[in-house]
C-alpha cells in the first residue's frame, strides 16, 4: 500500500500563511485523487481540498479563496498553499490518497496551529 508523509505544519500567526505537502510513495496518477483533511482537537475530521486525475479542484467551504491545492506529478507530491490563516484553522492537516477501486490510505498526519 502506498505510503503518504505530510510535512510542513507549525506555528504561524492569525492572517499568515504555511505550505503543506504531501509526499506519497506511489505515482500520483496511480489513484482517482488525493485529498487534504483536518481534524482540530474535539471535532470531527473534515474535508480541506482536493484535486482528481484529471485536475479537478475542489474546497471545502471554509477555505475557498484562502487555499490552494496544487501538485507536482515528478516528485509524487500534492501540495496545500494556505493563506489568511485563522485561530480556527488549527488542526491536524491529514493527506489522503483514494484509488480507483475506492480504497483510502492516509497519512500520520502534520500539525497546524494558528495564533490570535
Known amino acids: 500500500q502506498p505510503q503518504l508523509v505530510e510535512s510542513g505544519g507549525g506555528l504561524v500567526q492569525f492572517g499568515g500563511s504555511l505550505k503543506l505537502s504531501c509526499k506519497v510513495s506511489?505515482?500520483?496518477?496511480?489513484?482517482?485523487?488525493v485529498g487534504w483533511y483536518r481534524q482540530a482537537p474535539g471535532k470531527e475530521r473534515d474535508f480541506v481540498a482536493s484535486?482528481?486525475?484529471?485536475?479537478?479542484?475542489d474546497y471545502g467551504d471554509s477555505v475557498k479563496g484562502r487555499f490552494t491545492i496544487s501538485r507536482d506529478s515528478a516528485k509524487n507530491t500534492v501540495y496545500l498553499q494556505m493563506s489568511g490563516l485563522k485561530p480556527e484553522d488549527t488542526a491536524v492537516y491529514y493527506c489522503?490518497?483514494?484509488?480507483?477501486?475506492?480504497?483510502?490510505?492516509w497519512g500520520k498526519g502534520t500539525l497546524v496551529t494558528v495564533s490570535s
Open positions: 489522503k490518497v483514494s484509488s480507483h477501486m475506492g480504497m483510502h490510505y
Open positions: 506511489e505515482n500520483i496518477f496511480n489513484f482517482n485523487s
Open positions: 484535486i482528481n486525475v484529471g485536475g479537478r479542484l
